[in-house]
């Protein structure tokens, strides 16, 4: 009985030093205690001291466990290591981790997420979005710009020139605005809740290119010449990555340089000759400066040793002879400028490289570096722009529109929709505020920016998809009143630039996100990688020993915080979002040990087991995600009215994250290991709902109520009620609509019959004649008629109109068709 309760006694006693992370020397003096004791009651004896001491001595004596476990570690480890390419050792050396590490390594601090600032706008920057960008939207008609034109006027260009839209990331000392992350970020959630062409226009430039490269790696000559112009518009600039032959897998491209002697302004110089053949390069139509990625080569050894010199950058002015360039793409009827460049044997000097010739190879560890930054603020900000321009337009949509003599916002089908846009929106601003705040700490977040990236664009694709759907004809007939067809035509474009969404899930996410955010991983492969062989033995013995009790912790956290489904983990708020900071307790501690376990069982041959990196890259995302959510709604002073929206996120998150888990353990290929961790994650089976119909009700009226909460999920929005801006036109409808409701109520009481809600005009002559309403009521109620007209009408026109060529309606109805069958004939 003494040797049961000894052993209970151990198995508790070591189940808690893990769980709480205890050191070696604090398990070995703790289990010899518990020993000691046995002993004194006779349950320990000989043998179990034995036992004790064969395994404590080697692992505390640090002399005996490196010549005797390490080193011959270290020398499998060294076979089995994963290999990596040059170009995947420099993306992920690149840039930084943050919060999402915390979340990575099983056992997160919600008072240190908590404490991390708040992001706020600077009064200039306050004035800036109160002035030159509502300007600039009142001056951008998104019909004319999409469907007319195919590109925003010349007077836009120009406005958006002075002003220094293309500059928010230049710094001042070179005339730019030199504005925060998270300014640039509303700055383009406001352009986009009108027009995508011009938020696309405006994010290129301050996203990674020329003006982000420059700043970084240029030299002074180019940083003096360039920087100026760019921040006054003189010029356009463009970066050209992505080739006919390699686009997800740009380190392939086959554009070239040759260093080479020629000649440039009458003299003799080293220079390269460039050949490249360029598509999807946005602003490359009306581009004068062109940012070029090509692989450098030295075959008559000019500048040193080495012949492949590896990816290089230059800026290439497209007025050099030779440069091909003003062919445009059509990206989706969202016409922004887009379109392929060529080059042939184009002789240029070493200058032209960024950051001169000695930055000659270096272009690809330019473009990671740097990548994160422009990734995590313009896509993810320009998503969540459309999801809450969606989200309003939508509840004002659902709200004012009427079936069977009901908003359609009223019905239970239609708020399951609605609720899925309005936690979106409410997620995506959460997201990309965190985001791009912690970017203002001095964060260069990876792995943050692929999560946001893919998530943000993901979710605007529903989100669209939804409000199309709720919208019915509205949504699908095109015209100056259509606010939906251009974003929904367009959401595919968000998906595929910069990291397709397939291969961002699969394969970034978690695959920086292992090496990056892991304790141990990148320090054991450090280690491994070194030639001191001394050296390398006692590095890689520090990760190695950290890592086995690493997981050890992870194996014990995960079985309690399962068992108990968290319960007695820690929460920093005792309310109704508790549960949820639980939740994730318990999901993070999966995560750990979920990601130890598929690197020892799969080793480097998870970087091709992209479905498994993909479904641990969704929980880490549903974890990150959700922890914005839970900041907003504490930043935001934890407002009871917002609630809804907060536990409407977390709980399809959290569902997500048990969706993910449950199809890691059902598909991973040790099937054994997937069987026995199911059981200790989900001991009880699948316990998390997604929200419950009533959270869906609450969104789906946070949505079509005019109030704080709905504000607060629409900030940043451009609500300007003039003519051309259909979103501001939906919001004063809604009013419109919202304050005629009791009139019409006073009326038809007084009439005593059951009128429908439209025809107001009519509704308010009845008024007046019954005597019920008074002339001002009457007046709403015409005024609500209008909008209501506004809210639900759709556009239609003259047949030749829609004709792209004109010539061919002329000759009058079935011509196209003709025209068609003559030129196949
Ligand atoms: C409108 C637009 C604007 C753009 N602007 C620019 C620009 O300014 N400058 C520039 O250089 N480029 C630009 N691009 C290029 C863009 O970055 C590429 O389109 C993108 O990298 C994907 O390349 P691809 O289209 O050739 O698709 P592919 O690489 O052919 O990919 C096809 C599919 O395969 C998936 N895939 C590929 N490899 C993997 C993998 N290992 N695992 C899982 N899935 C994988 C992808 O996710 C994708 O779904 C733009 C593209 C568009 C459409």
Sequence with gaps: MEVIILCAVLIAAIGILAYNRASLTMF?????????????????????????????????????????????LLKLYRKIMPEMSTTEKEAIDAGTTWWEADLFRGNPDWHKMHNFPVPRLSAEEQAFLDGPVEELLAMVDDWHTTHERADLTPEVYQYLKEKGFFAMIIKKEYGGLEFSAYAQSCVLQKLTSKSMVLSSVVGVPNSLGPGELLQHYGTDEQKKHYLPRLAKGLEVPCFALTSPEAGSDAGAIPDTGIICKGQWEGQEVIGMRLTWNKR????????????????????????GETEELGITC????????????????????????????????????????IGGAKMAGQGWRMLVECLSVGRAITLPS??????????????????????????IGKMEGVEEAMARIGGYAYMADASTTMSVGSIDLGEKPSVISAITKYHMTERMRQAIIDAMDIHGGKGICMGPNNYLARGYQGAPVAITVEGANILTRNMIIYGQ??????????????AAQLDDQGAAVTAFDKALFGHIGFAISNFFRTFWLSLTGGAFSGAPYSDATAKYYRQMNRFSAAMALMSDVAMGTLGGDLKRRERISARLGDILSMLYLTSAVLKRYNDEGRKIDDLPLVQWACEDNLAKAQLALNELFDNFPNRVVGVVLKRVVFPWGRTLRKASDVIEHQVARIMQTPGEARSRLGHHMYLTNEPQNQLGLMEQALLDVLAAEPIFDKVT????????????????DLGLELKVITEAEAGILRTAEKGRLFAINVDDFEPEYLAADKTLTQQGPGAVAKDKKDKAA
Excluded: M
Excluded at 285 to 295: D, R, S, W
Excluded at 388 to 404: D, H, M, W
């Design 280 to 303: 999807y390069i946005t602003l490359a139509p009306i581009a004068t400066v062109l940012g070029l990625a090509f692989k450098l080569y030295d075959p008559e050894k000019l500048l």
């Design 382 to 407: 320009n998503s969540t722009g459309g999801i809450k321009a969606v989200a309003l337009a939508t509840g004002a949509y659902a709200r004012i529109r009427r079936q069977f003599r009901l908003p």
């Design 513 to 526: 996100g292992a090496i990056r955010c892991h304790p141990y991983v990148l320090a054991e492969l450090q």
């Design 28 to 72: 070995t003096a703790a289990i010899a205690v518990i020993l000691a004791v046995g002993s004194a009651f006779d349950a320990a004896g000989t043998v179990a001291w034995i036992v004790f001491l064969l395994v404590a001595l080697p692992l505390n004596i640090a002399v005996i466990r490196q010549q005797y476990l390490t080193k011959p």
């Design 749 to 764: 009481h007084a009439a005593g019959k059951r009128l429908p809600f439209f025809r107001l005009n009519e509704v308010a």
């Design 314 to 353: 230059a800026l290439i002015p497209v007025s050099t002879p030779g440069v091909k360039i003003g062919r445009r793409h059509f990206p989706l009827n969202v016409p922004f400028q887009n379109g392929p460049t060529q080059g042939e044997n184009i002789f240029v000097p070493l200058d032209y490289i």
